[in-house]
């Protein structure tokens, strides 16, 4: 025990630590560092009005930041793919109760049975040889490469080599070209031209999609009551319209 106290006797000892008054602030120093955005500002020279210098200081980046915000997020935006607007839905667990169904119809179909008496009746013109070729080839991809069902192609004018030969490369099944006949095509010799061109002009001004054209009232007519007397689908008791510039997005099967 002795020998302890001798030892801590021998340690030099060390200067007092300051007290805690020393380290105070001075009195003319701002108590806080927010104090600056604290300090007010008057809206007037003279006014008796006045709002915290933090509130002047804020107020534009909010704006700056919201501005931002409404650009990034705006569909338009380019930049809309760095910030998009929602996240994806959750992918849903496949339930064999209500799924089974249509994961066995997307499977490789059975078409070895009997085939349906019909063909895929296709209203182009020449000009809409790019959109018949999209509509072909998802047809093809999706359906028609399994069952190879026949196309026919109908006109009311004549359709050209180029347009003949595109379309048989684009699919393996048989393709018959025809044109319409013009009793089956056009405005009936017993219709009023001048009271049905103002219809269809009507049609147009009150923005009726397709209605101010006339070629369309001609297709309408024509598919309402003519088109399965055309001689090239006579020997077909089903049809399956296909239009140009369509899309398939599953098998159909």
């Known amino acids: 025990m002795g020998l302890v106290q001798q030892l801590i006797k021998r340690i030099p000892s060390s200067p007092s630590l300051p007290s805690l008054p020393e380290f105070a602030l001075p009195k003319d120093r701002p108590a806080t560092r927010l104090a600056f955005f604290q300090r007010r500002v008057r809206l007037k020279g003279n006014s008796s009005i006045s709002i915290p210098l933090g509130a002047v200081l804020l107020f534009p980046c909010i704006v700056i930041v ?18 998009p607007a929602g996240a994806p839905p959750a992918i849903r667990k496949i339930s064999e109760k209500y799924d089974k169904v249509f994961v066995t119809g997307c499977l490789e179909p059975q078409n070895s049975g009997p085939r349906a008496n019909a063909a895929f009746v296709v209203l182009a013109r020449n000009k809409e040889l790019e959109g018949v070729i999209q509509s072909i080839k998802s047809i093809e991809r999706h359906f028609n490469r399994w069952f190879h069902y026949p196309y026919v192609f109908l006109n009311d004018g004549d359709f050209n080599s180029t347009f003949r030969e ?8 048989p393709v018959e070209f025809g044109k319409i006949d013009p ?48 001689e090239l689908l006579q020997k077909y008791t089903w049809y399956w319209r296909l239009e140009p510039e369509i899309k398939y997005f599953c098998d159909i099967t």
């Not at 931002?68 to 910030?83: D, E, F, K, Q």
């Not at 595109?166 to 099944?173: D, E, L, P, Q, V």
């Not at 009271?195 to 024509?222: K, L, N, P, W």
Request: a negative charge; hydrophobic letters at 45%.
């Open 166 to 173: 595109t379309i048989t490369n684009y699919t393996s099944a």
């Open 183 to 230: 009793a089956m095509w056009g405005f009936p010799d017993w219709v009023d031209m001048k009271v049905a061109q103002e219809g269809i002009a009507a049609q147009g001004d009150d923005a009726i999609m397709y209605g101010g054209m006339e070629s369309y009232h001609h297709m309408c007519r024509f598919y309402s009551g003519f088109f399965y007397k055309h």
């Open 66 to 83: 919201l501005i931002l915000v409404l650009v990034v997020r705006h569909p338009s935006s380019p930049a809309g793919i760095l910030m």
